[in-house]
Structure formats: structure tokens, C-alpha cells
């Protein structure tokens, strides 16, 4: 093949590539009998290639994206976020599922969820997509709290504003009891995608099931999605709740021993989260305890 012939049989290639994404795509072009053969050829070992990837990713996998591309629509629709706002993370095995930045629910597919390993190379991801911005405080709170499976992160309505007016909620309600503790707090403010801001939230998750990000929105965890946005919608209700009764003048608080009364009749209260798997559970604490001694030895350096 001459110069002319190896430039357009590349500029051909990188116009397959730019055009031809997907494997069913790939699968159409790689029949197209008016292309040439060598391209052709090129298309049936990228739709091999693409096939492979999908056929390595395992089902229990690819129905956790699905299931995360489903929670996020279902939030919107439920008025519990807006927009591409909010962000969902799943632990899956030793890597991280999260949701790629500023892709519209309704367009995400499940191979578009980014993939970030819980150990190695901090910030390294797997996908087509990058991330959501947020990505630093889901990882830092799955890597750090071996019994989060799923973190939920959105801007609903009455949890932000108060978040703005930098209002930790009391236990005006006895489900505050599912959160941990008497309160939920509120972090302070730091800008989205920062270190900063993930220091901020694991602060306030210390001990709890969910927090406010100041002048942001808030966050829940929980054994598992389901479970994460389980306690995410009651969050926005208590938050709801809480700013009424404010409204009112005033808010009666619940002390400490009724909040330890209700805590005791969870165990079987509301949607119960399955329990992790000891071996998984093991090398989730062995991971959290191993970085902890890291972080101090490079204190005292």
C-alpha cells in the first residue's frame, strides 16, 4: 500500500472508530459489504474484542449497574434529586461502582459505570466514562468503613436547605435512631470533588448512617444500595419534617435514652440489609486497619 493508500485506509479506521462504539454497531459494520475488506476485518476483531469484555463482566456485576442506573432515575422521579446532581457507588468484590460525571440517568447504559479499585492506585478508574467528580468521598467512605456496601449522594430539597442554613438535625424523630446516633450532622463546607470535602463528610459520618454537606446536600450509606437509599429517603423526610415543625416555632427533641429505645427495635425494623460475607467483611477491615498503621507511620516520619 502506498502513503495515499496507508492515509486513507487510517483516516478510514479512525472514522470506524469514531463512529463505530458499540458492539452492535461494530456487528453492522463488520457485514457492510460496501467497506473495504481490510476495514471489515478490523471491525470483526473490535466486535470480538467488545464481546469479550462484556461476556468477562459477570452477571451478579451487571446487575448491579443496572440497579444503579435504575436507583438513579428512580430518585429523579421521585423528586429525591434533580438533574445529574446526585451520585450512587456500590462496593462490588475489591473495586468500586460508581457513576460516570455528567451523564443524564436516562441516557447511562450499565457498561458506562465507571469501575475504581479499592486498593492500588488511588483515583485510578476502568470504563468509557470518568467518574463522577464526586468520586474521592464515595471511595474514601467504602475504602474506610468496611461495613458500607453503597453510598447514596444527592441534593434533595429540605436536606439541602437546611445544609445551607448549616442546621445539623436533632432527633426530633425516633428514625433518627436508623442513622446511629442522637443527630445528623453537618459538615462544613468545602468545594465538590475535593479532598477536602471527602475529610469533611467521613468526619461526620463518624459513628453515623448519613450527613449534610454544607451549602451542598447530603449523603447516606448503607450495607447495600437498597439499604443506602432506603435511609437516604428518610433522611429527606426527617429533614422535611424537622424544618416544619420549625416553622411551627419550635421542635420537641427526643433525648438520648428514647433514641437508644427505638435503636434496640431495629433489628428487626424496616428493610434489613443481608449480611456480608465474613471472608469479604475480614479483608474489608484488614484493608481499613492496614492503612490506618500507614497513615501513622508516615506521621511519625
Not at 476483531?45 to 463482566?57: I, K, L, N, T
Not at 436547605?161 to 442522637?182: E, Q, S
Not at 447530603?218 to 419534617?241: C, F, P, S, Y
Request: aromatic fraction near 6%; include cysteine; proline fraction near 5%.
Amino acid at each position: 500500500m502506498g502513503e495515499a493508500g496507508l492515509d486513507t485506509g487510517v483516516a478510514g479506521l479512525s472514522a470506524v472508530r469514531a463512529q463505530v462504539p458499540s458492539a452492535n454497531e461494530l456487528r453492522a459494520a463488520a457485514d457492510c459489504v460496501e467497506l473495504p475488506r481490510h476495514l471489515r476485518l478490523w471491525c470483526h476483531s473490535a466486535r470480538r474484542a467488545e464481546d469479550e469484555r462484556h461476556f468477562d463482566m459477570t452477571r451478579e456485576e451487571q446487575q448491579l449497574r443496572e440497579a444503579i442506573i435504575a436507583k438513579c432515575r428512580w430518585m429523579n422521579a421521585s423528586g429525591l434529586n434533580q438533574g445529574t446532581s446526585g451520585n450512587i457507588s456500590v462496593r462490588y468484590e475489591d473495586r468500586m461502582l460508581i457513576t460516570p460525571s455528567a451523564t443524564p440517568y436516562e441516557a447511562m447504559k450499565p457498561e458506562m459505570i465507571a469501575s475504581m479499585p479499592l486498593e492500588g492506585e488511588y483515583g485510578s478508574w476502568d470504563g468509557p466514562l470518568p467518574p463522577s467528580t464526586e468520586w474521592r468521598f464515595h471511595l474514601d467512605i467504602v475504602r474506610g468503613r468496611p461495613d458500607v456496601g453503597s453510598v447514596v449522594h444527592t441534593h434533595s430539597t429540605y436536606a439541602t436547605v437546611l445544609a445551607i442554613a448549616r442546621k445539623p438535625i436533632p432527633a426530633c424523630h425516633y428514625m433518627m435512631a436508623a442513622f446511629g446516633g442522637n443527630d445528623v450532622r453537618c459538615a462544613g463546607y468545602a468545594l465538590y470533588g475535593t479532598a477536602e470535602l471527602s475529610e469533611l463528610a467521613l468526619a461526620a459520618l463518624e459513628g453515623r448512617n448519613g450527613c449534610l454537606l454544607a451549602n451542598h446536600g447530603m449523603i447516606a450509606v448503607g450495607a447495600n444500595l437498597d439499604k443506602a437509599m432506603w435511609l437516604a429517603v428518610e433522611l429527606e423526610t426527617i429533614a422535611r419534617q424537622y424544618y416544619l415543625s420549625l416553622a411551627l416555632g419550635s421542635a420537641h427533641i427526643l433525648n438520648d435514652r428514647e433514641i437508644a429505645e427505638a435503636a434496640k427495635g431495629f433489628s428487626t425494623y424496616g428493610l434489613q440489609a443481608s449480611r456480608p460475607k465474613p471472608a469479604k467483611m475480614r479483608a474489608a477491615a484488614k484493608a481499613v486497619a492496614g492503612r490506618q498503621i500507614e497513615k501513622k507511620r508516615s506521621k511519625t516520619r
